[in-house]
């Protein structure tokens, strides 16, 4: 693995961030061809990340949310969102942020994820995992222990994909990287998702494994990210937890016919 | 009505949200009675709001989350949510806030509902609705304009209590308080909720009716905050939107046996 220096991509996230939150609360958003929102901040982190990034890594590949595409054939290759939870961001609310993840032949082996609102920053290389300078790890507690206190975060669509047989809470939050995080941190037990790209998961995915996290299919097949590297969606629910949680929590969730 | 000064009113929700500020993220809850967990912030942000009413408005009553509750009889009372959202704010999520309503007779005549992470200011005085100095309303476009990227504020345990047939999304974010002012500032379409008391309602009830919005039973009653002066929750589901809105959705949502 190649050395990242992880401050400087704290910093990278941070200017970011300044450019969202002076445009937050009035971004006016445009559609994308899938129907999804664009806002000028969008554009603007992308651009600025893309800068550092080539101007620093010259050799690697990078891929984005907002069009970035190029030498995805490199061993390391970058996935950008440069705002996870854009239409939350279009809303006013606050959960978004910009997440950064590193492929290292397709794997994510490095991530960050930084919520300017909350001044929270994930980030993980390989096996260790954190939250600011705290060391982080999901909750590993068995299914005769989840109470009505715990939460799920779960996708916008769940209303109408998925039935969730669940003791605790459910919270739609509007960021899939978020939901990771959270999860990562300990403080959702679990997270689901219907729809996901490389962008979207990449930065996160490093933070939870590192966390002691996996992500599987309903079907509890591991989630291989390596097919979703050409920009496609993943359309199907993929949970995320403890390795122990995710297997309890498969017989709590069905898809919708 | 009796004149309330607005901007004393902010100045108190602010020097509330500096208390949370400081111990959000490291603040550890303990469980009520019922469960519900409640913070060190709860508590002080109670005694300082009830201390400056109590010197201003020393003829008015006042009940909050936090136990206060005394001169219920009088005309005016005050209805406080320290922090709305106390799950949230221990869970390091970012939506909860200080809630301020002003019953008249029962009746929500003043609201105000600050949201420090965001510095979102929410207040209505009569048929007035504000978020900082920008005039609200909510969203009153007819159930054929619906699409996919509007969106519905959903409470934490809809997976269990609802049915929830909506085009749009579905957003779960831990504050009752917060999902109402979404609908009155035209962001989210409608919110539900399932679960009620008069310290997260007043406030926002009252920002919400100034912005052209309503409360309803799932049956179509309008809400009448009323016989919650005492304490009690309300269990049952409840609509907020534009009249035309809880019409509609009405038909959309039904009570889980």
């Known amino acids: ?29 445009r559609r994308k061809a899938d129907n999804s929102p664009v806002t000028e ?5 992308e651009r600025l990340l893309v800068e550092r990034i080539t101007a620093r890594y010259p050799d690697h590949g990078i891929i984005g949310e907002e069009q970035t595409q190029f030498d995805m054939t490199k061993e390391y290759v970058w996935a950008l969102d440069p705002i996870d939870g854009t239409a939350s961001f279009v809303a006013g609310l606050p959960v978004w942020g910009i997440s950064i993840g590193l492929l290292h032949r397709g794997i994510p082996s490095m991530g960050l994820f930084y919520m300017p609102l909350t001044n929270d920053c994930y980030w993980a290389i390989e096996d260790r995992a954190f939250l600011g300078h705290q060391p982080i790890c999901v909750d590993t507690k068995p299914e005769q222990e989840w109470h009505s206190e715990d939460w799920l975060a779960i996708p916008s669509d769940a209303h109408r994909r998925l039935e969730i047989d669940f003791i605790g809470k459910t919270r739609s939050l509007g960021s899939a990287a978020a939901a990771i995080c959270y999860v990562a941190r300990g403080s ?20 939870l494994k590192a966390a002691g996290g996996v992500g599987v299919t309903l079907a509890g097949q591991p989630l291989d990210p390596r097919p979703l590297i050409d920009g496609r969606a993943l359309r199907e629910p993929l949970l995320f937890g403890a390795p122990g949680t995710v297997d309890s929590l498969r017989r709590h969730i069905r898809a919708r016919c």
Do not use: N, P
Request: hydrophobic share 60%; charged share 20%; glycine share 8%.
């Open 41 to 45: 901040a969008d554009v603007a982190i």
């Open 188 to 207: 959702a037990l679990g997270a689901v998702l219907t729809y996901a790209t490389i962008w979207d998961l990449a930065g996160g995915l490093a933070i």
């Open 1 to 29: 693995m190649i050395d990242i220096d992880i401050e400087e991509l704290c910093a990278w996230a941070r200017e970011s961030g300044d450019i969202a939150l002076r445009l937050f609360s009035h971004a006016r958003a």
